[in-house]
C-alpha cells in the first residue's frame, strides 16, 4: 500500500504541474481552457467552478494528464469565440504554452532540491576503503582510508555526490583530477584515467570498476542477533559469541565468515567460537538459498556493530537560503544534461537500452523512498519531475517537444505545417513512443523476474 500511494501521489504532483503550466500560461495568453484533467480516460470526478469556463476533472487511468483548449482544429468554434482559440494565437505565444509544461517540472525540481539542501541531506562521507590492485584507482595512486574533498575542483560533500559526478565523467570517458587528504592530514592530487570505461560498465556499479570502494568501519567476528528458528540459533550459537576460526581458517572480521558460509551451501562448517573463557567447537550446515541464479550458504547470524563507528561516518549536507538555490539551480541543469546524454547514447547504442524505466520500476522506486523517509521522497520526486521536463521537450510527435520543433518550422516557413504533415507525424510519435514503452515495460518485468 505504501508503494501505491507513493507512485499515485508522485504521479498525480508531477502531472498537475506540468498540466498547470500549460494551463497558466494559456490563460496568461486569452486562451480558453475547456478541460484540466488529471489522468485519461473515463471521468471519474468533474468540477465546474463558478464564472470559469474549465471543467477541472480526475480521470480513470492515473498515468499522465492534459489541457485541453479551444482549437479549431479539434472541433467547431463559434465565431465570437474564435480570439480565444488556440490556434488563433501567434506562434511565439503557442510555444510558450506548450514549453510552459516541462519547464513547470523543472521548476518543481528547483522548489524541491532548494527544500532539500535548506533542510540538510544525510550522506555518507566519502572516504575510500580498500583499493584493488590494478584498478584504475590503485593506478593513480589512491589509497585506503583518502578522504575525497573534490573532483576537478568540485568540492565532494558526500559519496552520493562523488557517484553522481563521477558517472557524469564516465560518459565523457576522460580523466578526472581528484583531491584527497590521507589519514596523516596530507592533501595530495591523483589523475584518475577513466578512458577505459565501457557501455557495461555504466549499467553496473561504475566505482567498483574504478576500484574506488567506501569505506566501512571494521566489524568484528562477534554474533550480534540470530534470526528465530535459523541455522545459527538451532546449532547453539549465542549473540556475545566471538568467531575464531571457519573451517580451520583464523577469521579477522565478519567478511570472512559471511565469505565462507556463503561458499558451503549444504555443506558442513565447523566453527571454533570463543564464549568467554571457553573456546567451543560448533558445527553447522548453511542454509542453501538462491540468489540470482546463485546458490549460497546462509545461517541466520548478524554481526554486533558499533553504532558509534558508523555514525561516525554520516555527514549531513546542507546550506543557506541563497547558496541552496545555487545548488538546486545546479543540481537540475546537471541532471537535465546527464538524461539527455544517456538517451542520445542509447540511440547510439552507447548505452543499453536496459537503462529505461517503465512505470512498474518508478512506482517500486517511489515505495522504496517513501519508506525511507520524506527526505528521500522528495530527492525522488525532484529527480522523476526532471525526468518527465527532459523526455517531454524531446522533438517526438505528441510530446510537447514534437509540438515545439513543429512551431519552429513554422516561424521559418512563415506558415503552418500542414496537416498531412501533422498526421504523418502523430503516427511517427505513437510509433516510437509505443516503442519506447514496451522496452520500458520489459524491463520492468526483467527487473522482477531476474532481480
Request: overall charge neutral; some cysteine.
Amino acid at each position: 500500500m505504501t508503494t501505491l500511494f507513493a507512485f499515485i501521489g508522485a504521479i498525480a504532483l508531477l502531472v498537475i504541474f506540468h498540466e498547470f503550466g500549460h494551463y497558466w500560461v494559456a490563460r496568461r495568453c486569452g486562451v480558453k481552457v475547456l478541460r484540466f484533467s488529471v489522468g485519461f480516460g473515463n471521468v471519474v470526478f468533474s468540477k465546474r467552478f463558478a464564472h470559469s469556463t474549465t471543467e477541472w476533472v480526475i480521470s480513470a487511468i492515473p498515468l499522465g494528464g492534459y489541457v485541453k483548449m479551444l482549437d479549431e482544429r479539434e472541433g467547431e468554434v463559434a465565431p465570437h469565440e474564435l480570439e480565444y482559440a488556440f490556434n488563433r494565437k501567434p506562434v511565439l505565444q503557442r510555444m510558450a504554452i506548450v514549453a510552459a509544461g516541462p519547464l513547470a517540472n523543472f521548476l518543481l525540481a528547483i522548489v524541491l532540491y532548494w527544500v532539500l539542501f535548506v533542510h540538510g541531506v544525510p550522506g555518507l562521507k566519502p572516504m575510500l576503503g580498500d583499493v584493488p590492485s590494478g584498478s584504475p584507482a590503485a593506478l593513480a595512486q589512491l589509497q585506503s582510508g583518502d578522504m575525497i574533498l573534490s573532483i576537478n575542483g568540485e568540492t565532494m560533500p558526500s559519496w552520493q555526490e562523488l557517484r553522481w559526478r563521477l558517472l557524469e565523467q564516465g560518459l565523457q570517458r576522460g580523466a578526472v583530477r581528484i583531491d584527497t587528504v590521507n589519514a596523516q592530514g596530507e592533501p595530495r592530487s591523483h589523475q584518475l584515467d577513466m578512458s577505459a570505461i565501457q557501455a557495461k560498465d555504466l549499467d553496473g556499479d561504475l566505482l567498483e570498476k574504478l576500484g574506488l570502494r567506501l569505506y566501512q568501519p571494521a566489524i568484528p567476528p562477534v554474533i550480534g542477533k540470530l534470526a528465530e528458528r535459523s541455522v545459527a540459533q538451532q546449532a547453539g550459537l549465542q549473540p556475545g559469541d566471538r568467531i575464531l576460526r571457519a573451517d580451520g581458517t583464523p577469521v579477522q572480521g565478519w567478511a570472512a565468515v559471511v565469505d565462507i558460509v556463503r561458499s558451503h551451501p549444504g555443506q558442513a562448517v565447523r566453527l571454533d567460537i570463543q564464549r568467554g573463557e571457553m573456546t567451543l567447537p560448533v558445527t553447522l550446515v548453511p542454509q542453501p538459498t538462491d540468489e540470482s541464479g546463485k546458490l549460497v550458504g546462509k545461517i541466520g547470524a548478524a554481526p554486533q556493530v558499533d553504532e558509534a563507528a558508523w555514525q561516525s561516518m554520516f555527514v549531513e549536507v546542507s546550506y543557506g537560503p541563497l547558496q541552496a538555490m545555487q545548488q538546486a539551480l545546479r543540481k537540475t541543469w546537471e541532471t537535465s544534461l546527464v538524461s539527455l546524454k544517456m538517451m542520445a547514447k542509447m540511440l547510439l547504442g552507447e548505452v543499453s537500452v536496459k537503462n529505461l524505466s517503465g512505470p512498474i520500476t518508478i512506482a517500486d522506486y517511489a515505495g522504496q523512498s517513501a519508506a525511507m523517509g520524506v527526505v528521500a521522497y522528495l530527492g525522488f520526486l525532484a529527480l522523476i519531475s526532471i525526468s518527465l521536463g527532459v523526455l517531454n521537450l524531446l522533438p517526438i510527435p505528441l510530446l510537447d517537444g514534437g509540438h515545439l520543433l513543429y512551431y519552429v518550422a513554422e516561424l521559418v516557413k512563415g506558415s503552418p505545417v500542414s496537416d498531412q504533415a501533422w498526421e504523418l507525424g502523430q503516427k511517427i510519435g505513437i510509433a516510437l513512443l509505443g516503442t519506447l514503452m514496451v522496452f520500458a515495460i520489459y524491463n520492468d518485468i526483467s527487473r522482477l523476474i531476474l532481480g
